[in-house]
């Protein structure tokens, strides 16, 4: 018998004006008075966007972002990291759980710029941007006929005829599979490698967007992770 009603609600256009929609709010509050409204307030930390300045809802922000638009304007799939050519991410001291078994390599690209000489997604092996390169890689070359993807297993390098794009995202995916090694781009199966079963639990050190010889990527990078099976 003394039951509510709460829901949330996003907030709406970049205003702080009282609108239509913050007047009917307050119209459902007073009709319905035993419901409230949690509203977020934007992501200005400086500014209170309607619907949120209505006068009977809650208004709750618990984070907020920089309110510059450009700060990720090439990301459709959430939150992206963006590399300038020069600068890449590393960890050493990994201890994948790989082994010789299955594994998921994947992440979304947004390639803005050629590097002359090619650049890496990813690379895990022993050792960062090392002369001799072994383990996991995918990256795209420049050849003749373009600038196209390839990727490393185990010292043993395949190109594909498959050409990079710029200025859009792509989904890369290096996959195994009971021993068939696959190179998708975007759902799309652009290589396979069959009797693949070696073992890379040895390998230590990750680095993503830049590889062998310092041939970084120049634009964004979402979703990278690594999966075991």
């Known amino acids: 018998s003394n039951g509510a009603v709460i829901h949330s609600d996003s907030w709406g256009d970049d205003t702080e004006a009282y609108p239509l929609r913050s007047a009917e709010f307050d119209l459902w509050h007073r009709e319905v008075p035993w419901s409230l409204a949690f509203i977020a ?3 200005n930390p400086s500014k209170f966007y309607e619907p949120a300045n209505a006068r009977n809802v809650v208004s709750v922000g618990g984070t907020w972002t920089d309110n510059n638009s450009n700060l990720y304007s090439a990301s459709s799939h959430g939150a992206s990291v963006y590399f300038d050519g020069s600068d890449n991410l590393k960890t050493t001291g990994y201890t994948g759980p790989i082994g010789n078994g299955d594994y998921t390599v994947e992440c979304w690209a947004y390639i ?3 590097n002359t000489n090619g650049a890496w997604l990813f690379q895990i092996q022993n050792g960062h ?7 996991i890689q995918v990256y795209y070359r420049n050849n003749s006929s373009g600038y196209k993807w390839a990727h490393l297993t185990n010292g043993n390098q395949f190109n594909t005829n498959t050409v990079s794009q710029l200025n859009t995202w792509q989904h890369v995916a290096l996959t195994r599979a009971s021993g068939t090694t696959r190179l998708f781009i975007n ?6 490698q069959t009797s693949d079963t070696s073992d890379v639990s040895s390998y230590d050190d990750i680095t993503v967007a830049m590889g062998y010889g310092g041939r970084a990527l120049t634009g964004y990078m979402s979703d990278f992770r690594i999966i075991n099976g």
């Open 187 to 192: 759902g799309v199966v652009i290589d396979t």
């Open 112 to 114: 803005t710029a050629r």
């Open 129 to 135: 941007n090392v002369s001799n390169p072994n383990g």
């Open 41 to 43: 307030p934007g992501n």
